[in-house]
């Protein structure tokens, strides 16, 4: 599959970073501001999902809606989680 293809290919390209770039990536200021960003879009999500912005006036519409915040949730999980995974990486690689 592509997405399989594309994933190993980001998994090359990652791997071959040495240790000090991934060092310098993880504490950059702007690598810092864009996990925050996407911590606090997910809040919102989540905030306003349980206050019910994401309700139309048909059951479809709400499927529709819901179906869209999820996926961006999910694509926000997964970001967030690869992110982790370099800095416990980098924890490890260190101890």
Do not use: Y
Not at 16 to 25: D, L, S, T, V
Not at 38 to 50: G, K, P, Q, T, V
């Amino acid at each position: 599959m592509e997405s399989e293809k594309l994933l190993d290919k980001a998994d090359n390209i990652s791997d071959g970073i040495p240790r000090q770039e991934k060092q310098a990536w993880l504490n950059h200021p702007l690598t810092k501001a864009l996990t925050i960003r996407l911590r606090a879009r997910r809040e919102w999500l989540h905030e306003n999902w349980e206050s019910g912005l994401f309700t139309d006036k048909s059951v479809e519409g709400t499927a529709l809606k819901n179906a869209e915040v999820l996926g961006e949730l999910d694509h926000i999980r997964a970001t967030i989680q690869e992110i982790t995974d370099c800095i416990l990486e980098e924890e490890k690689d260190v101890n």
